[in-house]
């Protein structure tokens, strides 16, 4: 169907937009469009009727709320750089979001939409993984809340159902001694996706590793929680040669395809390249030093 005949609705509010949500079941949804206009446009889906999120001010802001940073789902990745609690307490958020696209993509695309397409180098998803973030899915009769561990079923699905609209993400504010990082490698610098991606989160006390969670980007059908490696971490002295050996082990926790950006070989050799890189990066951060561990 061409995009000239496809119905829009553009509701004013979130009450609105569920209403006529739940009376057109078959309707998409659409955000900053970068996604779905492209899979439309490719026939890679149908849509009759497009619901717009773009009126609705009530998923537009970033604000902290009951010890949690909350993000409406029409935030964008721009919105997300600019963010001085974004930038305050979660940087690497902000690091993710810039490393989406380009200015004109990322001036676009919603951090709802980059959930929600579920694509697995998406860039978004690691970082708020390992920040232990939910999100919220509602109807007009209920509302749910669901760990962003839990919301990627596969490629494109999550457990959204056709009547739910995402309409926020809460972020916990990380603990006291805590860094997070994000470290992507795409073969541009702009408008290319992740070949491979770490997210790493490290939780210091008393000059050990306390807690520690590694999510890797790329190298599976849904974001990959290298479970082993992180349990490996804790309760150890941070060390270059600690990461090492846990970049190793994060290498094969993932589970890569060979595709038009790289082979198996190439994304197990990234992903342990970037651990190093984002454990680094992570415990710089837990430690709030300027200078970097050698
Ligand atoms: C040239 C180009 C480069 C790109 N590079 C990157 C990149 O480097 N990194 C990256 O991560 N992504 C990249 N993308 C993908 C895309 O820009 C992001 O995934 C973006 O965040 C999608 O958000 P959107 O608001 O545009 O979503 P849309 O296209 O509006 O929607 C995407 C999907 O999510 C659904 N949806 C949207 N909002 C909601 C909601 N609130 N509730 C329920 N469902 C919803 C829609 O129905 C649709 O299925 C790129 C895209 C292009 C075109």
Known sequence: MALSEIRFHTPKNLAEALEVLGELKEARIVAGGTDLYVDIKQGLIEARDIISLHKIEELKGIEKKDKKIRIGAMVTAQDIISSSIISQNITA??????????????SMATIGGNLSSAVPSADLPPVLITAEATVELR???????VSLSEFFRGPRETVCKTEELLTFIFVPFPPPNTGISYQKFALREAN????????SRLTLKDGK????????GAVGPTPVEALKTSEFLSGKEPSYSLFKEASL???????????IRGSVWYRKE?????????????????????KRME
């Open 139 to 145: 109807c007009t009769e209920s509302s749910r809340e």
């Open 249 to 259: 082990m994060a290498k094969e926790e993932g589970k890569p395809i060979s595709d």
């Open 192 to 199: 290319a996706l992740a070949v491979a991606s770490v997210a």
């Open 209 to 216: 590793i306390d807690r520690a969670a590694i999510v890797l």
């Open 270 to 290: 990234l992903i342990q390249i970037l651990t190093v890189r984002a454990l680094n990066l992570a415990l710089f951060r837990a430690q709030g030093k300027s």
């Open 93 to 106: 958020l902000a690091d993710a979001a810039q490393s989406v696209a380009s200015y004109q993509i990322r």
